[in-house]
């Protein structure tokens, strides 16, 4: 069974910083790709980072490159998403997704998901 456990989700302020892990368990790790998702309130679930995703290795929303890292540690089976310089417009409950093939942001190539961490940037 696939499963994927969120953590390191909180409270932060205007240029705070934050690590997101993501442990996953049930799959070969290196054979998939590993993304980054969040979800406002009122808003649709878009993506934010992926790694094992393109002809680069990973891929960022415009709105968080430059900000925003993604990295894997494939000896824990655990991915992260460093977030550096954290805005207001930042909050939003944060999802851990993979998939064999994904290749990009887009949502509907994503076919696992994890429960989510809540990410709220106080101005």
């Known amino acids: 069974e696939v499963q994927l456990v969120e953590s390191g989700g909180g409270l932060v302020q205007a240029g705070g910083s934050l690590t997101l892990s993501c442990a996953t368990s049930?799959?070969?790790?290196?054979?998939?790709?590993i993304g980054w998702f969040r979800q406002a309130p009122g808003k649709e679930r878009e993506g934010v980072a992926c790694?094992?995703?393109?002809?680069?290795?990973?891929r960022y929303a415009e709105s968080v490159e430059g900000r925003f890292t993604i990295s894997s540690d494939s000896d824990k089976n655990t991915a992260y998403l460093q977030m550096n310089d954290l805005k207001p417009e930042d909050t939003a409950v944060y999802y851990c997704?993979?998939?064999?093939?994904?290749?990009?942001?887009?949502?509907?190539?994503?076919?696992?998901w994890g429960q989510g961490t809540q990410v709220t940037v106080s101005s």
């Open positions: 997704t993979a998939d064999l093939a994904a290749y990009g942001l887009d949502i509907y190539m994503w076919d696992f």
């Open positions: 049930g799959f070969t790790y290196d054979d998939y790709a």
């Open positions: 790694i094992n995703c393109s002809d680069t290795g990973t």
